[in-house]
């Protein structure tokens, strides 16, 4: 038994195998499952078990597409890892550059692993016609609109009647590999002194064009790798996450909330650029709180942290008012998909209206503990106008106090309220702020 355990854990495309059952039968995150499955992982096994599970759901449509036109029928629910081994075997035959008679041989071989000898024949056979029929199959799947764009249904009809001119390239911009950008801790060292001590470390880098203490890595690299990442350094921030703190202008001695704030990025970065009286960080969620906590601390920096609901301040609030007010919401994060890939498999048409309501409740909770004078950020992953400039519409219609600040920038573009930037525009990812002041 012990034996066997080991083996499993020890096969990049079964440990893979594993990691695709918890997210796609179970709806866990992979970003949440993906650390601990590799623990067990030799060095060099890690990076390939990452790069089939990010692959594997990067393309899942279009995957799913083509092994149902290659199974006669569909296998049975109990052998869903035999279905996702096929999955598995396809996306390496379709985009990785390894010999195909190994892609075929190991992939195959992990039915012993799995204990499913009976679908040896099955994999080996579907995976062989794949190989030799695959131009044939690649021109069939680009007449069927879900397979070729590799996105749910729901999503790419919300995208195409959002960004009718935009959706193809956002499409194509989320099936990419995100690039690694780092933020510079500016109480440390500036932008340009750790660009040079990355490159003495053979690190290639290059300064984000928008965000003033982003630089992003030629090629990903361990942030063990990254000089001085233990001592908080730089920390690992896409440079549209990096724009925020800037957006917030806080001011020395100013009290300041970050209303949803696990796992702490903007808050690491408000009390890198700031000196505030005080920031609070709140978040709903008190295992991801406690991330927060982690990465001030690497920081060097300090919060107040509270484990509450935005969206009932009347539990948690001591009601002095706040001169500035984050509220990075929780969002249907549709401009980070090539970041987090399972977000095709993982959300459902249904959740964008509860998540708007969501985000209306937390707004109109949240505007009573702003100052007059004060500025409330508005912050979200997605590029969907109902979670942002319609949001926002919304909100200024229902609360007479509020009013639009413009952003006047160089990045992004300008929504009917607020600024979107949209997935792989000067390279980051899609991100809408509007800023909101109190009379
Ligand atoms: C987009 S993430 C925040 C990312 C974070 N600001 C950063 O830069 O690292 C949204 C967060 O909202 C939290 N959240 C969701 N509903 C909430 C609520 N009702 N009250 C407080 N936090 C909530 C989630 O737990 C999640 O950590």
Same mark, same amino acid.
């Given at each position: 038994m012990a034996k066997q355990k080991n083996k499993v854990s020890n096969n990049p495309r079964a440990v893979a195998v594993g990691i695709l059952q918890q997210v796609l039968a179970q709806g866990q995150s992979l970003s949440a499952q993906l650390p601990e499955a590799l623990e067990g992982l030799a060095l060099e096994r890690r +990076?390939?078990?990452?790069?089939?599970?990010?692959?594997?759901?990067r393309w899942l449509p279009r995957l799913e597409w083509l092994l149902g036109q290659l199974l006669d029928k569909p296998l049975k629910a109990k052998d869903q890892d035999v279905h996702l081994l096929a999955l598995l075997g396809l996306y390496q035959l379709g985009f990785m550059q390894i010999p195909p008679h190994a892609i075929v041989s190991e992939t195959v071989a992990v039915t012993t692993t799995l204990n499913k000898p009976w679908a040896r024949g099955l994999i080996n056979a579907l995976l062989r016609r794949y190989q030799r029929e695959q131009s044939a199959w690649e021109s069939a799947l680009a *007449? =069927?609109?879900? $397979?070729?764009? #590799?996105?749910?249904?729901?999503?790419?009809?919300?995208? %195409?009647?959002?960004?009718? *001119? =935009?959706?193809?390239a956002i499409v194509q911009a989320n099936n990419q590999r995100p690039p690694m950008t780092l933020r510079v801790n500016r109480r440390q060292a500036s932008r340009d002194d750790y660009l040079q %001590?990355? /490159? %003495?470390?053979?690190?290639?880098a290059t300064a984000t064009p928008h965000a003033p203490d982003g630089l992003t890595l030629a090629r990903p690299q361990g942030i063990?790798?990254?000089p001085g990442f233990a001592s908080g350094r730089a920390s690992v921030q896409d440079a549209a996450a /990096?724009?925020? +703190?800037?957006?917030l202008a806080t001011e020395a001695g100013m009290r300041v909330l970050d209303a949803c704030a696990a796992p702490g990025g903007k808050t690491g970065h408000i009390l890198e650029c700031s000196d505030p009286a005080e920031v609070v960080a709140l978040d709903v969620d008190e295992q991801r709180l406690a991330r927060v906590a982690q990465n001030l #601390?690497?920081?060097?920096?300090? !919060?107040?942290?509270?484990? $509450? =609901?935005? !969206?009932?301040?009347? #539990?948690?609030w001591d009601g002095k008012p706040f001169e500035r007010i984050l509220l990075d919401a929780p969002c249907s994060a549709s401009g980070v998909i090539r970041r987090h890939p399972d977000i095709k498999s993982l959300r459902r048409a249904? =959740?964008?209206?509860t998540l708007v309501t969501l985000q209306a409740t937390i707004l109109d909770a949240l505007w009573p503990l702003l100052a007059p004078g004060g500025m409330l950020l508005y912050a979200t992953c997605s590029v969907l106008p109902e979670e942002n400039h319609q949001q926002l519409a919304s909100f200024l219609a229902r609360h007479s106090d509020a009013q639009e600040q413009v952003i006047d920038a160089a990045w992004g573009q300008a929504a009917a309220i607020g600024r979107q930037i949209l997935p792989n525009q000067d390279g980051m990812d899609g991100f809408y702020y509007a800023c909101i002041r109190k009379q």
């Open positions: +990076a390939l078990t990452q790069e089939l599970c990010y692959g594997t759901l *007449k =069927d609109p879900v $397979a070729h764009s #590799a996105h749910p249904a729901w999503l790419l009809q919300l995208l %195409q009647r959002a960004w009718p *001119k =935009d959706w193809e %001590q990355l /490159q %003495q470390q053979g690190i290639a063990e790798q990254l /990096q724009l925020a +703190a800037t957006l #601390a690497r920081l060097g920096l300090s !919060a107040t942290l509270l484990s $509450a =609901d935005a !969206a009932t301040p009347s #539990a948690w249904g =959740d964008i209206a």
